[in-house]
């Protein structure tokens, strides 16, 4: 079993400054904090941070919060360029 983490609110700043950085997701905070990535969405909705909203489309957050249809144009065309 793995050693607890040790975590502090300095740490949860420190989380903040990352996700807030443009370009910066789950995965590049967990390297950049050396703690796994869903250990950073646990701490992010903890912390009712809304992190991925500025990494996706105009059309993307168009279409709203709701998870797309299945062959939804936006959906189709990401399976399609891999």
């Known amino acids: ?10 740490d949860d700043r420190r989380l903040m400054l990352v996700l807030e950085t443009p370009g910066i997701n789950h ?10 990535k869903s250990f950073v969405q646990r701490r992010a909705v903890i ?3 809304r992190t991925l909203a500025t990494a996706c ?6 279409a709203g919060e709701d998870p797309l249809p299945p062959l939804h144009p ?9």
């Open 1 to 10: 079993m793995p050693a607890p983490i040790r975590w502090s609110d300095d």
């Open 27 to 36: 995965r590049v905070a967990a390297e950049l904090l050396q703690v796994s």
């Open 74 to 82: 936006i959906s189709w065309g990401a399976l399609q360029t891999g």
């Open 57 to 62: 489309s105009a059309d993307r957050n168009a």
């Open 47 to 49: 912390l009712q941070m």
